[in-house]
Every structure is written in C-alpha cells, then in structure tokens.
C-alpha cells in the first residue's frame, strides 16, 4: 500500500478495520506532528518523505495507492469572504500536489486508485480530476457513518460502490460529560435562534453570528471537525432547559466523530490533536469503499 498525504493514516485504521493484511504500509507525509501519531500507532509504517520525491522511492509491486490532498488551496467556503485567494483553475500549488497522486498512479500501476477531496473545490477542478483519472467522483457523507456532517468526494477505481447505510449516529452517541469543558455564558440568552441542528447566537449583537457561536443539540449530527488549530468551534448543548450552558468538545469525541479510536491522537497538545483529526478521514468512509476491492 503507498498512502500519499498520509496525515495521520486514517487509511491504516480503515484497512486494518476492513481486515485487509498489509504487507507493507510506505507513507508521504511531511508534518512532523502527523507523522509521529501515525508511528506511535503504526510503528511498522515506512515514512518515505515529501511527495514531491516521490521519482526516488525504490518500491515494490503496489496494490493500492491512496490519498487525500491538502484541499487549502481549492476549498471555497460557504460564506467564503475572498480573504484567501482560491484555486479555481487545474493549475498552482494544489493542482501540483494532485498531479503527484496522478503522476504515481501512471507510473506505478496500481491495482487500485483512491483519491479524496472536499466538495466544496470549484467544478473546473473536480472535472479536470475527473478528466484524469477517468473515474466520476463519489459523493459521501460520513453522516452515514458517524454523528458528523462532512460532505467529501471520493474518485476510485474500485468497482460498484454503493452508498453506506445510514447508522443513525448523533451527538449523543459519542459525548463524553467533562466537566473542564463545560461553559456558561449568559449573553446567549440575549441573541439566541433555535434552528434544527443547534442553537445560535450573536456576541458581536450585530447581526453576525459567527459560525462557532453554535450550540449542537445532542440528539442531532455535529458539523464537520474543522482542520483548524482551535477548540471553540464545536460547541455541544447541554440540555434544552439552560442554553446558556454546553460543552466544548474534547479531543475524544473528534476522534470519534472521524470515528477514530479513542485516543488515538494522543501525545500530542490539544490544539494539535484538533488539527490532525480534522486533517483526516473518516475512518468508516473508507472502511465501506475498502470492502469493495476484491481481494
Ligand atoms: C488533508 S490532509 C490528509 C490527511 C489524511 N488523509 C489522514 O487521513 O490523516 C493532507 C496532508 O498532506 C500533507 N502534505 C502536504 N504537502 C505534502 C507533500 N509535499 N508531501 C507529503 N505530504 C504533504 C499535509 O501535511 C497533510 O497532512
């Protein structure tokens, strides 16, 4: 197996979880934080460095080639406020980094192919990914599998996938109480609107609402686990009775929301854990299209 933008081998866990025997795990990764929760858990794992070298690496027959490209140049926000200057054109730095999948892919034959994205990248780009690799993408929501909303895009190779049955997961099925994270904040009451998912309020009080003043409702889907170096972003409603009270989410319940094992970013501070969970895949997504490769 070679894993290209390995982050923190969210692929390793869904292979070993599909029960796929691995012979060999090479992975490319150049964050060292990634790097050391992958080899804390997969000590066996060859790391073989930036993508970019990829011309160097001697390796032997490869079976399937998987990765997730940094989608920082590409992803176009919701309320994207052009603070950032997209990609939206097969070309830059992003492309580059897709093309480092393709180039391997062409090169080295794989049995299979994987490649992951966000769905929110402009359609030049999904149609120049798909153009290349000459599959259409796979529209997946880990809401299937897991109690988050993350919409992602999947091109394989691997025939007659299917969409995962709904497991009916929400919040409640992987809170955790802590009572270190819990919060109180009596502003809330002033702004407050209930919507389906979570409540949300407004501290700015004008007319904002900022997209991490969200309380979640236990018994509804967590929004993504966002990539970012912070812990405020999702906010859990304790109970109905008092929304001036939730929890902040821990790095447990991430990692369960990517339906990862418990802990498995741990070592590292708590803002990184965020980071690299966020970062990665949802295991169980890739767990269901794993099944698919005959083997
Ligand atoms: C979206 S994340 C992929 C996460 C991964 N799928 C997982 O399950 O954890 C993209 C990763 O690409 C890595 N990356 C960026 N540039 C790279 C390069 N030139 N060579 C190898 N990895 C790179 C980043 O450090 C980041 O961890």
């Known amino acids: 197996m070679l894993s290209l ?39 066996f794992t060859i790391q073989l460095g930036d993508v970019k070298n990829w011309r160097e690496w001697k390796l032997p027959k490869i079976d399937l080639i ?3 490209s940094p989608c920082t140049y590409w992803t176009i926000a919701k309320n994207y406020r052009a603070k950032q200057k997209k ?19 062409t090169a080295l034959k794989p049995t299979y192919f994987l490649f992951e994205n966000n769905h929110r ?11 290349h690799l000459g599959v259409s993408p796979i529209l ?9 909303k993350r919409k992602r895009l999947y091109w394989t190779n691997i025939p007659n996938i299917t969409q995962p049955i709904d497991k009916g997961l929400l919040i409640k099925d992987i809170y955790e109480y802590d009572e270190n994270l819990i919060k109180k904040d009596i502003r809330i009451f002033d702004t407050a609107v209930i919507t389906d998912n979570y409540i949300k309020y407004d501290l700015s009080y004008k007319g904002h609402y900022s997209q991490q003043d969200r ?28 929304i001036s009270t939730y929890k902040k989410i821990s790095p447990v319940e991430a990692e369960r929301l990517q339906t990862l094992p418990d802990n498995y970013t741990y070592g590292l501070p708590k803002t990184r854990r965020f980071e690299a969970i966020g970062n990665g895949w949802t295991v169980d997504v890739i767990v269901h299209i794993l099944r698919f490769m005959k083997h």
């Open 121 to 131: 990248i402009s359609k030049n780009i999904i149609d120049a990914i798909t153009k």
């Open 87 to 105: 990609e939206t054109e097969p070309i830059g730095e992003g492309w580059d980094l897709f093309k480092q999948f393709y180039n391997t892919v």
């Open 140 to 148: 997946i929501d880990s809401s299937t599998v897991s109690a988050q």
């Open 215 to 242: 309380l979640y409702f236990l018994d509804g889907k967590a929004p993504t686990v966002p990539k970012s170096r912070t812990e405020t972003k999702v906010n859990i409603l304790i109970s109905r009775d008092d």
């Open 66 to 68: 998987m990765a997730g």
């Open 5 to 43: 933008f390995d982050g923190i081998s969210c692929g390793q866990v869904a292979l070993e979880r599909a029960g796929i025997e691995v012979e060999n795990y090479y992975a490319s990764e150049i964050d060292k934080h990634a790097i050391s929760i992958t080899q804390k858990n997969y000590p």
